[in-house]
């Protein structure tokens, strides 16, 4: 009897591109409910491929999200909560993959990601075009020295 595992392998490839490519129009959803006038992140953390979390871009509860402190990018900067550190506190420290729009994490958030044990980060491929900013090259160079996977997927433009 033989088995074959590159057919079952791709099989579970292409039922994981579809999944991974609905987490991040979950993430781009998420996205959309960030306050920020310039930059809108969303973030879903996933589980054995089930949602264990969501977070976006924003000020802690309770803190005045005023036009006057969003438009102030000094004092925004101070107050902003990232996408995924929301969503990680969301998740209570549990998850296996994250899922991230528009863009890859910043460092001090990939360093909580690879905290918690994340093993995945999916994001969208035009987020390689912007990836000057941050410190994304040492991003990558991290995510590559930790052996974190990392996907780059095509969503259509709204």
């Known amino acids: 009897m033989t088995i074959d595992l590159d057919g079952i392998w791709v099989e579970y490839e ?32 996933t589980e054995d491929n089930y949602v264990r979390s969501i977070g976006f871009n924003g000020f802690p509860r309770a803190v005045d999200d005023s036009d006057e402190r969003l438009n102030n990018q000094e004092l925004k900067n101070k107050l902003m909560l990232h996408a995924e550190v929301n969503a990680i506190m969301a998740a209570q420290g549990k998850g296996d993959a994250i899922y991230i729009y528009p863009c890859l994490p910043c460092m001090a958030c990939l360093m909580q990601l690879i905290q918690i044990g994340i093993e995945r980060v999916i994001t969208p491929k035009k987020c390689l075009e912007r990836a000057t900013h941050w410190d994304s090259e040492l991003v990558l160079e991290i995510l590559k020295e930790q052996c974190i996977q990392v996907s780059f997927i095509d969503l259509e433009e709204r």
């Open 14 to 45: 292409v039922r994981m591109a579809k999944w991974d490519k609905r987490y991040l129009e979950l993430a781009r959803l998420v996205s959309s409910w960030s306050k920020d006038p310039r930059k809108k992140v969303g973030a879903v953390i």
